[in-house]
């Protein structure tokens, strides 16, 4: 009895043991956001502590939902640097048309011209690079350079530094905003998770990451889940853009810039492997984004000094890094 | 490995442990906290302004808590005010109009109060009016020199470059050529174009053998789109013998060095920057500065801390104003030499225009008599003048 | 590949370049200023070796990564850092050649900086890089007050290597290095196998850590170089948010470009000559004030998407070609 109850114990502590060692990446991401939010709680306490909730979830909420429609491209090895500007231009389209029509059927058909705007570019983005034989980033660097120049000259052509959409699309109560933001990540985070973990969407996408090779000759077709992948982002970039436009209701020449490497940042802080493959996991998004925002929220409520902001940001980066995507065994990651 | 990982596990917690050893709350009275939403951050006008800021502390039982604001980026402002309020700030200062109306609406929620600095909110104020200056959250703002119609920078210029060839008859500028930002981002600049050619017809028809060449403005040639200005300019301006920059200095003069005019070529410009005073006056390039004091953001410190302390001025109007503040103009070497001495370049409190002394006696609560009028007439005074 | 055709092939992107702006700008009224056409003249000259240095630089500081498989996103960081140390050393010591001697030094001990935490992080190449980049970008706003260096530039003396002549020194020095590292080296002459299959490289004898360490004090070098021509021309802010990636990427042109140039000679002429054919094409948009603002942007991407689309189909296009003048032949 005595032996049965040992080897019992013997079992569950092996069997722990090595969950945590398959995990052991995800569960340090995990560490990470519990850490901030631990911070967060302890330098929000009072009456600020809801505010500052609700202040975290708006900034979170873009990167949130862009993360998640990067996680279909890089979990196929691949990055976009024109999601920015992306971003910036159809914030810019769905104010012009939604001023232009007037009311809330000008920003829904604003969304919606944004929404086929993004989902061509994404088509784009995935088929051109193949059928021209181009690397991904050739055409990323192609669509970020029309889109900053797209971005100037709409904003050029209204004649004003910033654009502001006519039609109010924020709930007046702040509480009824934060929870219309949570469901959105929510549905989103629930649409992605089915779409990632449970079709051939995400299946295929992280075989194409894990050996392009193997998954073309194995009879999946690059074009078509490359292409239906950068059309995922892109589907991502119109709602984003949206939930942006919502916080500020108004748009410029520089909106949107800087978010193709804040998403990689949020991906890698969520234990996403940028090489993509098997290991890809679509909870990275959200674990990401939100210890990003946090991070950046805390650093500021403790009072850190302006100038050393970056600096335990970094540290924290590599620290987290080094914890999430060591690999030491082998030869050198690339 | 395994080991690698526990102490780099163990290092990431510490670090964070440390890092909440921050100052915790005094026995002393809460001070109030106001948050600078600074346009940049480095450089000597950043440092001015904060030298100047951390002298009122003490005096005004005031704390300060500084960020940086996106020229382009309306969602970061609104981050990084929100991230202001959450640090507990009881009044904000932002020196940008951008997504002024959400920033708005995070401060009533959190019953914070807004104040602007070296920004004439123009945008807002031709086209949020209401929303923006009628806010009884928003207590004005401080433009970088005039607002509106009031901006006559473009006689400055004119008067700058009459001076410079007073003084230099040996060898005066016949021959200038112009540039400025767009249009649609800085509108009053094609203004100030206007107001230079106007006043230099008005030269030319009283002094003619003194005239003075203007290449008219090119819309294409002569707009600079946010970077340095290229060599082509010069081929396009042959034979100028100054730039009158509407915009920053520090977008053309990099390209004067690098085409080789500098030693010839004279520039008037907006802005100062560091170590400009090497290459002023008579030691370079640079015969005109314009520079905004940093002591005029006691005008939206002191409508902040009045609305904090629940008083108000007995002529306080009751909507929020923009208001035009008067300027350095740095013109010759004994103007750069006042401007050298003032709290912007030396970084020290105790060279600023105001003591903290006469601050708190400009706010409501620290002198029953203080009035509007008397807040406003201070921006009136910080000219080269004043630094006599 | 006979010399006379490599030095074709080599010579005919810029060529090629120079005459279609020629011919677009001699059309374009805006070229034209009280009669005078302003595209040909010495600030062409001035502009595009100026430029074009600056891009040699950089594009060879990428490529020398790149070659050995690995995409290296912190060299802009490692640039602006080098650049404001230097740049203040200079500045206190009012010489140049210190400047150079400094950032050179500083670039490469900031390079093996990066290869170190590579190495002993054992992290994914682009995941190090982001975090010193990260590092480094936050480095310049505590060093030297975080005013960066704003006033090297302004000195004629200090600022030497910044135009010309002296802009031509460590452009030369950077391609030396660039050639001794890639043929005089093992490591270099190796690091082509390592970028092609990792695995076998390392299995057939390669010393893989070796490769990253030397590779990344030759890249610094190359840095310290570039640095010093920057910190001559420029403004040195300091940077944050990963900008200095953007600054990586708008050097990255000639980099993709002179792989193919290359073809016909070598790498390091292959990005010499791309930078000096693109320095060429910017100028002709300065001339017709399409050098700033929305349309340079986008004719930027219009261009860099043709080119790369035709030297990825060039093959194609020579197949089609031949076909195409088989069924003439037939016919």
């Known amino acids: 009895m005595s032996e049965t109850v040992t080897s019992q114990k013997l079992d569950e502590r092996t069997s722990f043991k090595s969950f945590v060692k398959t995990h052991i990446f995800d569960l340090t991401a995990y560490a990470g956001l519990a850490v901030m939010l631990v911070l967060f709680l302890i330098f929000n306490s009072g009456p600020r502590l809801m505010y500052n909730f609700s202040a975290v979830v708006q900034a979170a909420a873009v990167y949130s939902i862009l993360a998640l429609g990067a996680v279909f491209i890089y979990s196929m090895g691949f990055m976009d640097v024109s999601l920015g500007q992306q971003v910036g231009v159809y914030v810019i389209l769905m104010i012009l048309i939604g001023n232009k029509i007037g009311g809330p059927g000008g920003v829904v058909v604003g969304f919606l011209v944004s929404l086929a705007l993004a989902l061509a570019c994404g088509a784009i983005n995935g088929a ?30 209204t004649g004003e530094n910033t654009i502001k959409l006519i039609q109010n699309v924020k709930p007046a109560d702040r509480n009824t905003y934060t929870l219309m933001l949570i469901g959105i990540i929510i549905l989103l985070a629930i649409i992605g998770n089915y779409f990632f973990n449970y079709t051939k969407l995400g ?22 889940w490359q292409v239906l992948g950068y059309m995922a982002l892109g589907f991502c970039a119109a709602v984003a853009s949206f939930v942006m436009l ?34 890809s996991k679509i909870s990275c998004a959200l674990v990401g984004a939100f210890t990003y925002t946090l991070l950046s929220n805390v650093l500021t409520t403790m009072g850190v000094p302006l100038n050393w902001v970056n600096f335990v940001k970094a540290c924290i980066f590599l620290l987290i890094v080094l914890l999430t995507c060591r690999k030491p065994n082998g030869v050198l990651p690339r | 490995m395994k080991s690698t990982k526990k102490i780099l596990a163990l290092v990431l917690t510490l670090a964070l442990v440390f890092a909440l050893a921050a100052p915790t709350a005094s026995a002393k009275a809460r001070a109030v906290k106001i948050g600078v939403g600074l346009y940049q951050d480095s450089g000597a006008a950043v440092s001015g302004v904060k030298a100047y800021l951390a002298s009122l502390e003490d005096t005004l039982n005031v704390k300060f808590a500084y960020t940086v604001l996106s020229t382009n980026d309306e969602a970061l402002n609104v981050t990084k005010v929100q991230e202001l309020i959450a640090a507990g700030c009881d009044g904000i200062i932002i020196t940008m109009d951008g997504g002024t109306e959400a920033i708005l609406q995070e401060c009533a929620d959190a019953g914070v109060y807004l104040g602007g600095y070296l920004c004439d909110f123009d945008t807002s104020f031709r086209t949020n009016y209401d929303k923006v200056f009628k806010n009884e959250f928003f207590v004005g703002t401080v433009a970088d020199g005039g607002c509106g119609d009031e901006l006559k920078r473009g006689y ?22 112009m540039t400025t930002f767009p249009a649609f981002a800085f509108p009053y600049q094609q203004n100030f174009v206007a107001q230079f050619v106007e006043k230099v017809e008005e030269y030319n028809a009283a002094n003619p053998d003194k005239a003075i060449e203007v290449d008219p403005f090119n819309e294409e040639t002569d707009i600079l789109m946010f970077r340095p200005m290229d060599s082509t300019y010069f081929t396009k301006h042959p034979g100028i013998d100054a730039i009158v920059s509407m915009c920053a200095g520090s977008f053309v003069y990099p390209t004067m060095v690098s085409a080789g005019v500098s030693d010839t070529m004279k520039l008037f410009a907006s802005g100062y920057n560091d170590g400009d005073d090497a290459i002023f006056g008579s030691k370079g390039a640079y015969q005109q500065e314009i520079v905004c004091a940093n002591e005029s953001i006691t005008y939206p410190l002191v409508l902040l801390l009045n609305k904090i302390n629940g008083v108000e001025f007995p002529d306080q109007p009751a909507e929020a104003e923009r208001k035009s503040c008067s300027t350095f103009i740095i013109n010759s070497d004994e103007d750069l030499e006042l401007f050298k001495n003032s709290v912007y370049l030396t970084f020290n409190g105790e060279d600023a225009l105001f003591s903290p002394e006469d601050v ?23 000219t080269i003048e004043d630094l006599k | 590949m006979k010399l006379p055709k490599k030095i074709f092939l080599s010579l005919l992107f810029p060529v090629l370049m120079f005459l279609a702006m020629w011919a677009i700008t001699a059309a374009n009224p805006a070229c034209y200023v009280n009669g005078k056409f302003i595209f040909l003249g010495f600030d062409l000259v001035r502009f595009v070796i100026t430029s074009a240095c600056q891009s040699i630089c950089v594009a060879l500081a990428i490529w020398m990564q790149l070659k050995n498989g690995r995409f290296d996103f912190s060299n802009g960081a490692a640039m602006i850092l080098t650049a404001i140390i230097a740049g203040n050393v200079g500045l206190k010591t009012g010489s140049p050649w210190i400047t150079m001697l400094v950032a050179v030094v500083c670039g490469i001990i900031i390079c093996a900086i990066t290869a170190a935490v590579y190495m002993l992080g054992r992290l994914p190449i682009v995941i190090a890089t982001i975090g010193v980049t990260l590092l480094y970008e936050s480095l310049t706003y505590i060093i030297f007050g975080g005013g960066g260096v704003s006033t090297f530039y302004q000195n004629d003396a200090l600022s030497i290597f910044g135009h010309l002549p002296g802009v031509l020194l460590p452009t030369a020095l950077a391609m030396c290095i660039f050639l001794f590292y890639s043929n005089f080296t093992v490591t270099g002459r190796k690091g082509k196998i390592l970028a092609n299959n990792q695995a076998a490289g390392v299995n057939i004898g390669i010393w893989e850590e070796a490769n990253v360490s030397q590779t990344g004090m030759f890249t610094g070098a190359i840095v310290g170089l570039a640095a010093t021509i920057y910190v001559s021309q420029n403004n040195v802010l300091p940077q944050s948010s990963l900008s200095t990636a953007g600054i990586m990427f708008s050097y990255i042109v000639p980099v993709y470009m002179g792989m193919f140039i290359g073809l016909a000679s070598n790498d390091v002429i292959g990005i010499s000559i791309a930078a000096i054919g693109m320095a060429i094409f910017n100028y002709g948009l300065n001339c017709m004030n399409l050098g700033g603002g929305g349309w340079q942007q986008i004719i930027m991407g219009a261009f860099v998407m043709c080119f790369y689309t035709f030297s990825a189909q060039l093959n194609n296009i020579k197949a089609l070609f031949r076909k195409n003048l088989k069924k003439e032949a037939a016919a």
């Open chain 1, 128 to 157: 051109v690079s193949i059928f021209l034989g181009l690397p991904s980033i050739v055409t990323s660097l192609f669509l970020m350079f029309f889109f900053t120049g797209a971005q100037y000259l709409m904003m050029e052509s």
């Open chain 1, 203 to 224: 299946k295929y996408t992280r075989a194409i990451g894990a050996n392009k090779v193997a998954a073309k000759q194995s009879g999946i077709s690059l074009v078509k």
């Open chain 1, 246 to 279: 919502t916080r500020t209701g108004t748009a410029g020449k520089g909106t949107g810039s800087g978010y193709a490497m804040d998403i990689m940042i949020c991906l890698i802080l969520g234990g996403m492997p940028l090489k993509g493959g098997m290991k």
């Open chain 2, 156 to 177: 400055d210029f004119f008067d700058s470059v009459i001076e410079y060839n007073e003084r230099t008859p040996d060898a005066p500028i016949r021959h200038v050529a």
């Open chain 2, 360 to 382: 708190l006696n400009l706010t409501a609560y620290g002198n029953p008599d203080a009035t509007y009028a008397g807040l406003c007439e201070i921006l009136d005074h910080m």
